[in-house]
């Protein structure tokens, strides 16, 4: 192995050993006490340090890198305090993740350091976000993302270099082909012969370096990193490597022919960058040892103090309140009493447009929002007031967008996701409920992303355009959900949700758009999230709903006035407002709740299921549900009707009076 010294101090060569043969001697501790059953599991990255440590160190230390499993020497160069590494590991309060998750699936913006979660490709697009929130702010970063070869077979990869490559984004992807995803050989995971092919095909620069050659890593990211802090571009760096272990520990390595352990074992990267030193007379043997002791010392000591962190006693209250930052959401009213006519699709850009003046770090994203105005015109003359890079065209790649959401919260900024339709959704929904959901919960850091979902039918769109898939997010704990049903909730609602620092998924009925038009404040104001709104007091029957189910509930009441039904709009879906249930359930004793979506697995049925449970002796009658049919939503306009709850809504109240 030749190694290139190029103008590198000896101190600096020296550092550079140091820094590769602290994660070295860790691992080997890591593997004694997985052996001992002092940590659960272990990814070791033996014979991967160089690239670790070789891009770590060649960065400034408040750019970002977003390193993976086998990436300890990330970690360490950052100087991230042994005791805490370790607590980490354990499981331990002082660990980065107060034990909520293990090994390196953490966060630190004090280190600047953003880890992965177990899904690999979607720290890619996060990667993508902090470069993009770099760019917009003046910032000269770099910023670096690891991919294993075999995550890059992930849709997020193609995502994130594509958006990377068409924003001009200063990202760093750093490649490890170490040859095999787990046990999955290259050959298995892809045709071409390097990464280094993939470059052109996406516009942007890539080059090989040898990846058990620290020297080589270094220079090449920092020539890179260089690079881009004058001229932001994405540019792709293959290190070709090899790992020396299982994919984890437990999975061994029978599946390698042992004639490639043979051969790179001979390229180690840290006892060939050790011959080197001592070849070239940098440092010494006696040198050498006395670091190895002070190192196993210092790996010592901080086991020590890590076995020392002692779990307090468990508050669930607390485990629960740090699903997000703490926000509390008021009503805000508008400065004037000037009001006008708006529909519901006005009033929703008219609340954006206003954030938009409030929040000077706010951006929206999406397909077709940016010249075109949207597909539903929400943003229409938008660019002409705030600018492309305030309001940007995405390529088609939800899942790269919503996490660039995340990357530009690591960042402070706010950002505004626009699905085309509710139901594409789903390309990105991984970001939402492992990324977005679970951010602040895992390591503190806030996701401050609304993601905007056309949703409903009633338009003869079909089962891709239609569907009401709020229930989706019911059950992802770290999520807040919204459903307008009128204007003026439209636009105080997403207005709220802008300000909240948390994800929110704010969901708007396309067939309210422009059939539905009230007087509402011209000014800013906000509707409380987690409120709902009594629409109309009764005694008789409660109806619980939201959303375009609201007013099918009113054409039910008008149909049989001399019922005196209690209409709740619920409009904020998580956290749902019990407090407001619960006094009309106590009060009128017979409940209906409804939702647009299909009834099996809906809203209704948690909703139901607490009534149940807390109101049960206030009841006298069976808590009764209306939803839409059990299939995927037609196209045909008759059978649309059908498949919607609208008429079933008025027999069951019918019903539920007759109990």
Same mark, same amino acid.
């Given at each position: 192995?030749?190694?290139?010294?190029?103008?590198?101090?000896?101190?600096?060569?020296?550092?550079?050993?140091?820094?590769?043969?602290?994660?070295?001697?860790?691992?080997?501790? %890591?593997?004694?006490?997985?052996?001992?059953?002092?940590?659960?599991?272990?990814?070791?990255?033996?014979?991967?340090?160089?690239?670790? +440590?070789?891009?770590?160190?060649?960065?400034?230390?408040?750019? &970002?890198?977003?390193?993976?499993?086998?990436?300890?020497? #990330?970690?360490?160069?950052?100087?991230?305090?042994?005791?805490?590494?370790?607590?980490?590991?354990?499981?331990?309060?002082?660990?980065?993740?107060?034990?909520?998750?293990?090994?390196?699936?953490?966060?630190?913006?004090?280190?600047?350091?953003?880890? %992965?979660?177990?899904?690999?490709?979607?720290?890619?697009? #996060?990667?993508?976000?902090?470069?993009? /929130?770099?760019?917009?702010?003046?910032?000269?970063?770099?910023?670096?993302?690891?991919?294993?070869? !075999? !995550?890059?077979?992930?849709?997020?990869?193609?995502? /994130?270099?594509?958006? /990377?490559?068409?924003?001009?984004?200063? +990202?760093?992807?750093?490649?490890?082909?170490?040859?095999?995803?787990?046990?999955?050989?290259?050959?298995?995971?892809?045709?071409?012969?390097?990464?280094?092919?993939?470059?052109? !095909?996406?516009?942007?620069?890539?080059?090989?370096?040898?990846?058990?050659?620290?020297?080589?890593?270094?220079?090449?990211?920092?020539?890179?990193?260089?690079?881009?802090?004058?001229?932001?571009?994405?540019?792709?760096?293959?290190?070709?490597?090899?790992?020396?272990?299982?994919?984890?520990?437990?999975?061994?390595?029978?599946?390698?022919?042992?004639?490639?352990?043979?051969?790179?074992?001979?390229?180690?990267?840290?006892?060939?960058?050790?011959?080197?030193?001592?070849?070239?007379?940098?440092?010494?043997?006696?040198?050498?040892?006395?670091?190895?002791?002070?190192?196993?010392?210092?790996?010592?000591?901080?086991?020590?103090? /890590?076995?020392?962190?002692?779990?307090?006693?468990?508050?669930?209250?607390?485990? +629960?309140? @740090?699903?997000?930052?703490?926000?509390?959401?008021?009503?805000?009213?508008?400065?004037?009493?000037?009001?006008?006519?708006?529909? &519901?699709?006005?009033?929703?850009?008219?609340?954006?447009?206003?954030?938009?003046?409030?929040? *000077?770090?706010?951006?929206?994203?999406?397909?077709?929002?940016?010249?075109? $105005?949207?597909?539903?015109?929400?943003?229409?003359?938008?660019?002409?007031?705030? !600018?492309? @890079?305030?309001?940007?065209?995405?390529?088609?790649?939800?899942?790269?967008?919503?996490?660039? =959401?995340? $990357?530009?919260?690591?960042?402070?900024?706010?950002?505004?996701?626009?699905?085309?339709?509710?139901?594409?959704?789903?390309?990105?929904?991984?970001?939402?409920?492992?990324?977005?959901?679970?951010?602040?919960?895992?390591?503190?850091?806030?996701?401050?992303?609304?993601?905007?979902?056309?949703? =409903?039918? =009633?338009?003869?769109?079909? *089962?891709?355009?239609?569907?009401?898939?709020?229930?989706?997010?019911?059950?992802?704990?770290?999520?807040?959900?919204?459903?307008?049903?009128?204007?003026?909730?439209?636009?105080?609602?997403?207005?709220?949700?802008?300000?909240?620092?948390?994800?929110?998924?704010?969901?708007?009925?396309?067939?309210?758009?422009?059939?539905?038009? @009230?007087?509402?404040? @011209?000014?800013?104001?906000?509707?409380?999230?987690?409120?709902?709104?009594?629409?109309?007091?009764?005694?008789?029957?409660?109806?619980?709903? &939201?959303?375009?189910?609201?007013?099918?509930a009113k054409e039910a009441m008008n149909d049989l006035s001399d019922l005196s039904v209690?209409?709740?709009?619920?409009?904020?879906?998580?956290?749902?407002?019990?407090?407001?249930?619960?006094?009309?359930?106590?009060?009128?004793?017979? #409940?209906?709740?409804?939702?647009e979506d299909c009834l099996t697995g809906s809203i209704s049925g948690e909703i139901a299921?607490?009534?149940?449970?807390?109101?049960?002796?206030?009841?006298?009658?069976?808590?009764?549900?209306?939803?839409?049919?059990?299939?995927? +939503?037609?196209?045909?306009?008759?059978?649309?009707?059908?498949?919607?709850?609208?008429?079933?809504?008025?027999?069951?109240?019918?019903?539920?009076?007759?109990?």
């Open positions: 192995m030749q190694f290139d010294r190029k103008k590198l101090s000896n101190s600096k060569l020296i550092n550079l050993y140091k820094q590769i043969l602290l994660p070295r001697l860790i691992e080997e501790k %890591m593997l004694i006490l997985l052996r001992q059953n002092k940590i659960s599991k272990w990814f070791s990255g033996i014979g991967q340090e160089a690239i670790s +440590v070789g891009s770590a160190a060649a960065l400034e230390n408040d750019e &970002y890198i977003l390193p993976m499993h086998r990436n300890l020497g #990330v970690f360490t160069t950052r100087e991230i305090p042994l005791s805490r590494l370790f607590s980490q590991f354990q499981g331990k309060m002082q660990g980065f993740t107060k034990g909520r998750d293990r090994s390196f699936h953490f966060g630190t913006n004090e280190f600047h350091i953003v880890g %992965m979660i177990s899904h690999l490709g979607p720290q890619l697009g #996060v990667a993508d976000g902090i470069a993009l /929130a770099n760019k917009l702010s003046g910032e000269n970063k770099a910023t670096l993302v690891f991919s294993g070869d !075999g !995550g890059s077979s992930e849709g997020d990869f193609h995502e /994130a270099l594509n958006v /990377a490559a068409v924003w001009d984004l200063p +990202v760093i992807f750093m490649i490890e082909n170490n040859g095999y995803g787990l046990s999955t050989p290259s050959n298995e995971q892809f045709k071409f012969k390097n990464f280094i092919d993939k470059g052109p !095909g996406y516009g942007m620069e890539a080059i090989k370096v040898d990846g058990n050659n620290i020297l080589d890593v270094y220079h090449a990211v920092d020539t890179a990193a260089k690079k881009m802090r004058k001229n932001p571009k994405p540019i792709l760096i293959e290190a070709m490597t090899f790992r020396m272990r299982g994919h984890e520990e437990a999975s061994g390595t029978k599946y390698v022919p042992q004639e490639l352990f043979d051969k790179w074992a001979k390229k180690d990267p840290v006892d060939n960058y050790e011959q080197f030193l001592l070849k070239e007379k940098i440092i010494s043997q006696e040198e050498i040892n006395d670091l190895r002791a002070e190192i196993k010392a210092n790996i010592n000591k901080g086991l020590k103090l /890590a076995g020392e962190d002692v779990y307090p006693e468990l508050n669930t209250d607390q485990q +629960v309140a @740090d699903l997000f930052l703490p926000h509390e959401s008021k009503a805000t009213a508008p400065k004037s009493d000037k009001k006008s006519p708006k529909r &519901y699709v006005d009033a929703i850009s008219d609340g954006l447009k206003q954030s938009f003046e409030k929040y *000077p770090e706010l951006v929206i994203m999406g397909q077709d929002v940016a010249d075109y $105005g949207g597909v539903f015109k929400i943003t229409e003359g938008f660019i002409d007031k705030f !600018g492309k @890079d305030r309001i940007r065209n995405t390529p088609l790649c939800e899942s790269a967008i919503i996490g660039i =959401g995340l $990357g530009m919260s690591i960042k402070k900024q706010k950002s505004v996701i626009e699905m085309q339709f509710a139901d594409f959704v789903t390309c990105g929904f991984n970001q939402i409920v492992n990324n977005l959901a679970k951010s602040h919960y895992r390591w503190g850091q806030n996701a401050d992303v609304v993601v905007r979902m056309p949703t =409903g039918a =009633g338009v003869a769109a079909g *089962p891709f355009h239609s569907q009401s898939n709020e229930a989706w997010f019911f059950h992802t704990p770290g999520l807040k959900i919204v459903f307008p049903s009128n204007p003026y909730e439209a636009k105080g609602l997403l207005a709220a949700a802008i300000e909240d620092p948390n994800p929110v998924m704010y969901f708007e009925h396309k067939a309210l758009y422009r059939s539905l038009t @009230d007087e509402i404040p @011209d000014d800013y104001y906000t509707v409380e999230i987690g409120k709902a709104n009594i629409i109309k007091e009764g005694t008789d029957i409660t109806i619980i709903t &939201y959303g375009m189910c609201v007013h099918w209690e209409l709740i709009d619920l409009r904020t879906l998580l956290p749902w407002d019990t407090e407001t249930v619960e006094k009309s359930v106590l009060k009128t004793g017979k #409940v209906l709740i409804c939702n299921a607490w009534i149940s449970e807390n109101c049960f002796e206030a009841l006298d009658a069976p808590v009764m549900r209306e939803g839409s049919l059990d299939t995927p +939503v037609p196209f045909n306009a008759d059978l649309e009707q059908n498949f919607l709850p609208k008429e079933r809504i008025k027999t069951k109240l019918k019903k539920l009076a007759e109990y």
